[in-house]
């Protein structure tokens, strides 16, 4: 009986756009509260490394929802590291995407990006580490160049566009797979189907341009993910692999936190840190 309330009410507030914000928001300010307790501690054991290492790790973090575990799976990594004596800087997009592949054609993602935007420096500020932006790496005029190249281009000739290098064409045909949430060919008649095409490409070359300023300037040596597919994550990664650099994307296990290397090596990590690198 309990249950079926507590549905009723989560359909209820998610129907109207304005609850569903306002419950965020201040679901929001419950989470980064408490992340800031709990990341407190956590630096103050890890601030002080046994040994200092020449490794510069960088994370795809991408979000910064307050209320996502996965956030702070990727700060408990950097922490992590850092407690290894590594060098380690978390990235965020901070509103440069729309989206970030989790919207579907069921499933509109506007409040969480509302919520990821709004709270996002202050979930940054509480996780203890050094954070940086999408925004240092891509300016307006790389924006609207991205958006006129990715306009001029037939639909056909999306599939296996390459920018920089990266096909970046093959990611955005993964992603409109996944938004239609259908495995089935795109349809190019469908103008429904060729938006969304065209937009995750341009995703996809945000992305890839990001990459590009990020080696350049912040030149990690191994860089670590939640994701390595779709626009939002796979295009950064095949940029770095071109660069030789070591990528990685952990997951959940039942025996832990894994990390498997992109190319099908596996490297464990355990929650109490223990890790090879």
């Known amino acids: 009986m309990l249950e079926k309330i507590i549905r009723k009410l989560k359909d209820f507030i998610h129907e109207h756009d304005f609850l569903d914000k306002l419950t965020f928001f201040f679901y929001s300010l419950f989470s980064f509260t408490r992340a800031k307790i709990i990341f407190k501690k956590?630096?103050?054991?890890?601030?002080?490394?046994?040994v200092i290492r020449k490794e510069k790790i960088l994370i795809l973090a991408i979000r910064s929802i307050p209320y996502t575990d996965l956030v702070y799976?990727?700060?408990?990594?950097?922490h992590a590291f850092k407690k290894l004596?590594?060098?380690?800087?978390?990235l965020y997009c901070d509103g440069v995407l729309d989206s970030c592949d989790a919207d579907t054609v069921s499933r509109s993602q506007k409040p969480q990006c509302f919520v990821c935007k709004k709270f996002g420096p202050f979930i940054k500020d509480s996780l203890g580490l050094d954070c940086l932006s999408f925004k240092q790496y891509i300016t307006e005029e790389d924006i609207k160049k991205i958006e006129e190249e990715a306009s001029k281009l037939n639909p056909e000739e999306i599939f296996d566009y390459k920018y920089l290098g990266v096909n970046v064409g093959n990611y955005a045909k993964a992603s409109t797979n996944r938004f239609f949430?259908?495995?089935?060919s795109i349809d190019l008649e469908d103008s429904k189907q060729v938006a969304v095409l065209r937009k995750k490409l341009i995703y996809s070359m945000f992305i890839t341009k990001v990459a590009s300023g990020v080696y350049l300037k912040?030149?990690?040596t191994r860089v670590f993910s939640l994701h390595g597919v779709y626009s939002t994550w796979g295009p950064f990664f095949d940029y770095f692999r071109d660069q030789n650099i070591d990528v990685f994307v952990f997951r959940i296990d039942a025996v832990g936190i894994m990390c498997s290397y992109i190319n099908g090596k596996i490297l464990c990590f355990y929650i109490t840190f223990n890790c090879n690198i």
Do not use: R
């Open 42 to 50: 956590i630096k103050e054991n890890t601030s002080n490394p046994d």
């Open 73 to 78: 799976f990727d700060a408990i990594f950097g």
């Open 85 to 90: 004596g590594c060098s380690v800087k978390m």
């Open 181 to 184: 949430l259908s495995g089935e």
């Open 218 to 220: 912040e030149k990690p």
